[in-house]
C-alpha cells in the first residue's frame, strides 16, 4: 500500500492497483480490484483509520474484472452507491459480458481464451455518468471521457495538490516517467483521441490501473506522448 498524496492510497493485488480518497463526507473507491479482493480494501481502510462502513462511493473507470471485480462486495458491506459510464454500465450490473480489451485485437489467438474468463458479479450502477451528463461526483472528482480500452473507459481528476489523475487503463507508464500505451491497448484513432483529450488537462500526479504513479510533472508526460500520435 502506497501513500499518492495526502488523503489518497494506492492498495494493489498482483498487478491492478485501486485507490482510496479519504474526504469529508465518506470514503470514495477508485476501482475496486479482482474479484474476492475486498480483504486488500478492507486493509487499506485500516490503514487510514476507517473501516467498510465509511466507503461512501465507488467510482469505476471499467467493466473488466479486475477493476470491477469486488465492487458488489464492497457495496454489500458498506452501502456504498456506485458510479459508471454509460457504455460500461450493462457489464458492470452483469447484463453482458465485458468488452475483451484491445489486447485480443493484437493477438487474436487468445480471444476464445478470454471469452472463457469468468464475468465479475454484476451491481447496481446509481450514477450514470460522462462529461456530456454533468451531475456531481463525490468529493473534488471530475469525469473525463477516455473511451478506446473499453467503449465507456472513464478516468477522473482529483482537485488536490496540484491535481491527480485516475487513468484506469487508458494509458500506461514506463520507467523513467514516459507515458505509452501499454500492451492491454492498441493504437487506433479513439484511443488516441483519449490520450490528446488527457493532455488538454492539469495535473501533477497519474495513477495508472498497472503502473506506478507518476508524482510530478504528469500532464507533460502525457503532452510528450500525444505529441508523438498521428
Given at each position: 500500500m502506497d501513500t499518492i498524496i495526502p488523503g489518497?492510497?494506492?492498495?494493489?493485488?498482483?498487478?491492478?492497483?485501486?485507490?482510496?480518497?479519504?474526504?469529508?463526507?465518506?470514503?470514495?473507491?477508485?476501482?475496486?480490484?479482482l474479484p474476492?479482493?475486498?480483504?486488500?480494501?478492507?486493509?487499506?481502510?485500516?490503514?487510514?483509520?476507517?473501516?467498510?462502513?465509511?466507503?461512501?462511493?465507488i467510482v469505476l473507470t471499467h467493466s473488466?474484472?479486475?477493476?470491477?471485480?469486488?465492487?458488489?462486495?464492497?457495496?454489500?458491506?458498506s452501502g456504498a452507491v456506485v458510479?459508471?459510464?454509460?457504455?460500461?454500465s450493462a457489464a458492470i450490473r452483469g447484463e453482458t459480458k465485458p468488452p475483451l480489451p484491445p489486447l485480443a485485437d493484437r493477438l487474436p489467438f487468445?480471444?476464445?481464451?478470454?471469452r472463457m474468463l469468468p464475468a465479475p458479479e454484476g451491481v447496481v450502477v446509481e450514477h450514470v455518468i460522462g462529461e456530456?451528463?454533468?451531475?456531481?461526483?463525490?468529493?473534488d472528482l471530475e469525469v473525463i471521457d477516455t473511451p478506446g480500452h473499453t467503449p465507456g473507459h472513464t478516468s477522473f481528476l482529483l482537485e488536490r495538490d496540484g491535481g491527480l489523475l485516475f487513468v484506469g487503463d487508458a494509458a500506461i507508464a514506463r520507467r523513467g516517467g514516459k507515458v505509452k500505451r501499454g500492451w492491454m491497448n492498441?493504437?487506433?484513432?479513439?484511443?488516441?483521441s483519449s490520450v490528446r483529450h488527457i493532455a488538454e488537462f492539469e495535473f501533477q500526479v497519474a495513477c495508472f490501473?498497472?503502473?506506478?504513479?507518476?508524482?510530478?510533472g504528469a500532464a507533460g508526460a502525457f503532452r510528450s506522448f500525444a505529441a508523438t500520435l498521428t
Amino acid at each position: 500500500m502506497d501513500t499518492i498524496i495526502p488523503g489518497v492510497l494506492q492498495i494493489s493485488a498482483g498487478y491492478v492497483n485501486a485507490f482510496i480518497i479519504d474526504g469529508d463526507e465518506g470514503v470514495t473507491l477508485v476501482d475496486a480490484l479482482l474479484p474476492k479482493k475486498q480483504d486488500k480494501i478492507l486493509d487499506g481502510l485500516h490503514q487510514i483509520g476507517r473501516s467498510i462502513g465509511d466507503v461512501a462511493a465507488i467510482v469505476l473507470t471499467h467493466s473488466h474484472a479486475d477493476h470491477a471485480g469486488s465492487a458488489a462486495a464492497v457495496k454489500r458491506d458498506s452501502g456504498a452507491v456506485v458510479y459508471a459510464s454509460a457504455l460500461d454500465s450493462a457489464a458492470i450490473r452483469g447484463e453482458t459480458k465485458p468488452p475483451l480489451p484491445p489486447l485480443a485485437d493484437r493477438l487474436p489467438f487468445l480471444k476464445p481464451l478470454m471469452r472463457m474468463l469468468p464475468a465479475p458479479e454484476g451491481v447496481v450502477v446509481e450514477h450514470v455518468i460522462g462529461e456530456a451528463i454533468g451531475g456531481k461526483l463525490p468529493g473534488d472528482l471530475e469525469v473525463i471521457d477516455t473511451p478506446g480500452h473499453t467503449p465507456g473507459h472513464t478516468s477522473f481528476l482529483l482537485e488536490r495538490d496540484g491535481g491527480l489523475l485516475f487513468v484506469g487503463d487508458a494509458a500506461i507508464a514506463r520507467r523513467g516517467g514516459k507515458v505509452k500505451r501499454g500492451w492491454m491497448n492498441r493504437a487506433e484513432p479513439t484511443f488516441d483521441s483519449s490520450v490528446r483529450h488527457i493532455a488538454e488537462f492539469e495535473f501533477q500526479v497519474a495513477c495508472f490501473g498497472h503502473a506506478a504513479p507518476l508524482r510530478s510533472g504528469a500532464a507533460g508526460a502525457f503532452r510528450s506522448f500525444a505529441a508523438t500520435l498521428t
